[in-house]
């Protein structure tokens, strides 16, 4: 793991906090596993404190170790982190509002690419506690689409009860419908692989070791690209109902449109 010195804490936060939880630590850093009043228990607890902080401690460069040197915890240490590197300044948030309300899809971007971009802005701000609402989500993400799909988005629209996943799968869906078209339009393709340090041509009889169908590789995989989305938009639900059951107190998201 790369260690944080400064730059991209959002990367590095996400992946130390995965190591944390597959170390069975995350609970102690995150504050809900309290030390336990029991000495046979604290003891254990305490080896596991210390564990959390070393991993902390040792994904940092050197020049951030001054930070969390009167940290007493691992879970002050994630804290000070936060509060110092984190989205939550004023700053960030206010950028990440911006490139969110302003995201547009240029005609050549491909739609899971827009998409994923669009995503990785929910869940930052999510990670500021800006809990963007899902039906916001959807209109943000269909007013940023591109005229090629002006009609899809007409037809979306007649549809308020739909799911942030839903609308994700039909826009995926137009698009492998739109591909599929020019495909036969254009005749039988040619696929591009290198070889070698060489480029060669084979025929559109290529294996997908995705979907096992023909004349696509893995990289490409309209099915892979559409399930892979799918994966994040369910997270980031999943994200958004995590963190309100962690608000002390239950109120409404912070950036609701309508």
């Not at 005609?107 to 609402?133: C, D, F, P, W, Y």
């Not at 689409?145 to 609308?167: A, C, H, I, R």
């Not at 369910?234 to 609701?256: C, V």
Request: with cysteine; charged share 25%.
């Amino acid at each position: 793991m790369e260690k944080f010195d400064g730059n991209n804490f959002y990367t590095w936060k996400v992946k130390v906090q995965m190591h944390l939880m597959n170390r069975g630590l995350w609970s102690i850093v995150k504050g809900t596993e309290q030390a336990p009043n029991d000495p046979r228990l604290l003891v254990e607890w305490q080896k596991k404190e210390e564990k959390a902080k070393a991993i902390i401690g040792l994904a940092l460069s050197d020049m951030q170790l001054h930070l969390i040197d009167l940290a007493k915890s691992s879970n002050e240490i994630w804290e000070e982190l936060s509060k110092l590197f984190g989205a939550k300044a004023m700053n960030a948030t206010f950028s990440l509002k911006m490139q969110l309300f302003s995201l547009k899809m240029h005609e050549e971007t491909r739609l899971s690419t827009h998409i994923n971009e669009l995503m990785s802005l929910l869940r930052q701000l999510a990670e500021t506690g800006i809990k963007v609402h899902p039906d916001d989500a959807k209109a943000i993400l269909l007013n940023s689409l591109s005229s090629k799909y002006d009609n899809v988005v007409f037809t979306l629209t007649q549809l308020p009860s739909q799911t942030l996943e839903g609308m994700v799968t039909s826009l995926l869906a137009e698009e492998k419908r739109t591909y599929s078209e020019n495909l036969d339009a254009g005749g039988q393709h040619e696929i591009a692989l290198y070889s070698k340090g060489k480029m060669r041509k084979t025929k559109g009889s290529t294996e997908c070791f995705y979907c096992h169908k023909n004349g696509h590789i893995a990289w490409n995989c309209k099915a892979r690209a559409r399930d892979l989305l799918n994966d994040k938009v369910s997270a980031y639900i999943a994200n958004l109902d995590e963190l309100s059951e962690s608000d002390e107190e239950p109120r409404e998201p912070s950036l609701r449109l309508f």
